[in-house]
């Protein structure tokens, strides 16, 4: 299939074009480029791109000839949402119902729409699965739930959008990023020896391999039409909803000499869930979720170690997208609008 991969230069953009290239599919990426500093590791070899980088400017013209699109970029964190709400609905909202209306309206069937777990947001003690009622705690989480009303609007015959509610991600990238639970905590467990908890730990949170997200886009590419038109899936696997503080437990297990440790005035966190799985493992052909949280940690403490990542380089703004959006900002690169000053 030819794919346009929109956040192809993001955490998991990058590892996606390796996966989605190496079974076959012609890949085409579509990224502005906020993260172009922030390597981990080197990149694998470039991609053809699309000459539009922004996707709130995509018209259909750009995407004539392509089969799907996977659409990951979007201002992609709970932080990154209250740097400006409006910016969050602009981007991940309106961008991304653009970039839909010009996918369908150049004969695309597919569009496989990263939505994600946080527009359950504080759920009750029970496994919540796609019929859950939504109760998202921040714009990240509306803006998700909008997205996926407004494609379902879209749904026909013609055009089949599916909506990946993936879990918290972890795992190692060549873009790297820090600000997501597992990899902070054993970024802070290999270079400072402290787990370091922000909240009081008692929160729980569905957690998934980003390697298990790229296998679910993989598999819905492959699928047949019927079993992803306008559906939702829970992306992660059964058995991997954790409360923070086994997650630190854990990572104190795993990375030699270090502790749990509490922030100073660490508090409790109100987006609280724990989702099933059970339907993109049942109902999406081809999907096996292979990871498991410790198997994770073992990776991110192997590759920390390897690189001999410094406190210094991890928790500076590299790793960290809103201080890199920041920084951007701040300097004067891009505009409020995360638009690039010429
Ligand atoms: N990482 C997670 O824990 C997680 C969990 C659930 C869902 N998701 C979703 O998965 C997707 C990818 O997440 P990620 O962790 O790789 O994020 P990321 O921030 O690392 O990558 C996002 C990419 O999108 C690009 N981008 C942002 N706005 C753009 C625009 N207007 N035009 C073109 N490119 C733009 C950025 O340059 C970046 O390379 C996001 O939609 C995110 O909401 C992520």
Redesign the pocket.
């Known amino acids: 299939m030819k794919v346009l991969l929109?956040?192809h230069?993001?955490?998991?953009?990058v590892e996606a074009v390796s996966v989605l290239r190496q079974i076959g599919h012609e890949v085409v990426g579509?990224?502005?480029?906020?993260?172009n500093e922030c390597d981990f590791a080197a990149l694998p070899d470039e991609i053809p791109a699309l000459e539009v980088?922004?996707?709130?400017d995509v018209t259909s013209d750009d995407l004539a000839g392509f089969d799907a699109v996977v659409h990951?970029?979007?201002?992609?964190n709970d932080p990154l949402g209250d740097l400006n709400p409006s910016l969050t609905y602009d981007?991940n909202l309106e961008?991304s119902l653009r970039l839909a209306r010009a996918a369908k309206m150049a004969g695309i069937s597919r569009f496989l729409f990263?939505?994600?777990c946080s527009l359950y947001g504080a759920g009750s003690d029970e496994l919540l699965d796609e019929n859950a009622a939504f109760n998202p705690v921040t714009p990240y989480g509306e803006s998700k739930i909008r997205v996926e009303q407004a494609l379902s609007e879209l749904a026909d015959e013609t055009f089949s959008p599916t909506y990946f509610r993936?879990a918290?991600?972890y795992g190692l990238s060549r873009?790297l990023?820090a600000d997501?639970v597992v990899n902070n905590l054993v970024g802070h467990a290999v270079t400072t020896g402290k787990v370091l908890l922000k909240s009081d730990g008692t929160p729980w949170r569905p957690l998934v391999h980003i390697r298990d997200i790229i296998a679910a886009l993989a598999a819905a590419l492959a699928a047949p039409r019927q079993s992803i038109h306008d559906q939702a899936f829970n992306i992660g696997k059964s058995g991997e909803n954790y409360r923070i503080r086994d997650i630190a437990n854990m990572v104190a297990e795993i990375v030699p000499g270090s502790e749990v440790a509490f922030a100073e005035g660490a508090s409790p966190d109100i987006r609280d869930y724990r989702v099933d799985f059970t339907k993109a493992e049942s109902q999406l052909p081809g999907f096996a979720p292979a990871w498991t949280l410790r198997a994770g940690i073992e990776e991110l403490y192997t590759a920390y170690k390897e690189t001999g990542l410094t406190a210094e380089e991890f928790l500076g703004p590299r790793y960290y997208?809103l201080k890199t959006v920041q920084g951007l900002i701040d300097r004067g690169a891009l505009d409020r609008q995360?638009r690039w000053v010429a």
């Open positions: 929109t956040g230069l993001g955490y998991i953009g579509l990224d502005a480029g906020f993260y980088r922004d996707f709130r990951l970029a979007a201002l992609s981007i961008g990263s939505s994600s993936n918290t991600a873009r990023r997501i997208r995360l």
